[in-house]
């Protein structure tokens, strides 16, 4: 399947942003989705995870509570809301498809598919 990631940008701190990202394969509905993010000389680490009915989710505990995953399968798309962003939000955001994983957390070594980055920057 085929990802392609949208929406990041510059925002300032306690500003929102939405991300969003696209697949090709009219399969959507049979993989689970998910978010991660990189910062420069860090690890990618997940940020959100849905399950593919979308009733399932997760979140890293530093982002709870501030941004929310959702996904539209009649659209091929899911989504991430991000509100209250922090400088340390700042990183490069990846969609990512799995057809085992879900709403649990998910570790880059074991994904499927991958979009390309989206860069989001958050300033002081």
């Known amino acids: ?20 990202c696209a697949a090709s394969d009219r399969t959507f ?6 978010w991660f993010r990189q910062a420069p000389g860090k690890e990618r680490d997940i940020v959100a995870a849905i399950s593919r009915n979308g009733v399932s989710t997760y979140y890293a505990d530093s982002v709870k509570g501030r941004f929310t995953i959702s996904r539209n ?3 091929n798309t899911v989504h991430l809301e991000m509100n209250s962003l922090k400088p340390e939000d700042t990183a490069v955001y990846y969609c990512a498809a799995d057809r085992i994983r879900g709403g ?4 880059a070594d074991e994904v499927d598919y991958w ?10």
Request: charged content about 5%; aromatic content about 6%; proline content about 0%.
């Open 115 to 124: 979009g390309q980055g989206t860069l989001v920057t958050v300033s002081s």
């Open 104 to 107: 649990s957390k998910w570790y």
């Open 29 to 34: 509905s049979s993989y689970g989705m998910g």
């Open 73 to 75: 399968n009649a659209k």
């Open 1 to 20: 399947v085929q990802l392609q990631a949208s929406g990041g940008g510059l925002v300032q701190a306690g500003g929102s942003l939405r991300l969003s």
